[in-house]
Structures are given as C-alpha cells and as structure tokens.
C-alpha cells in the first residue's frame, strides 16, 4: 500500500483507522517512558550522577569570595561569568542555612 487514502473510502472510514494509530503511538510512549524512569530510578539507587560533570572549583569561588574579593576580581582571577560566582554563592548559602553542624534542619 502506498497511500493512505487506499485504506478507506471515505473520511469516516478513515477517522477509526486514525484514532488506533494515535492510541497505539501514545501506548508505545507510554511504555517508554515506563522503562525509562525505571533505569533512572535504579540508577538514582545506586547513586549514579546525572548530567554534565562539574569544571569550576566551587570551593576556590567561595575562598576567593571570603578573602573579600568582590565579584569583579574574582571574575577576573578564575575567568568565569558573574552570573556563575552569584549561583554559587547562593548555593553555599542556602546549604550553611539548612545544615547546621552536620545536621540537616528540615526533613
């Protein structure tokens, strides 16, 4: 068969032809999906990280920022965008918040 049209006479032929096609297609994502989120979360177990691998040295943005460099030099001295240095401070003090001497605040 090489055209679709051949597989009916006319539009309400076509229409339940369409609709299986359609079930079946959301049926296999489904089963994808499934699959899926079962090796992630059999990798999550095993402690298996997820994306791109880390290249800036947080703790040399924190120790520089410490000192008491401002945002500009510590730019400057690590060749990294402003946006980055303010995540990361924002990170460190969101942790320093929630986890006090070893111990997490809120479960």
Known sequence: MKKLDRLGRDTT???PLI?????????VRQRILERTNAGRQEAK????RFGRKRTINREQVLA???EGLGVSE???RLNIAR??????????????????SGQCLFK
Not at 45 to 48: E, M, P, R
Not at 84 to 100: G, H, L, N, P, Q
């Open 13 to 15: 032929d076509m229409i």
């Open 19 to 27: 609709t299986a096609f359609d079930a079946q297609g959301v049926a």
């Open 45 to 48: 177990l095993k402690s298996i």
């Open 64 to 66: 520089l920022r410490q």
């Open 74 to 76: 510590t730019v400057r």
């Open 83 to 100: 946006s980055t240095i303010y995540k990361i401070s924002d990170e460190a003090e969101v942790f320093r918040i929630f986890f006090v």
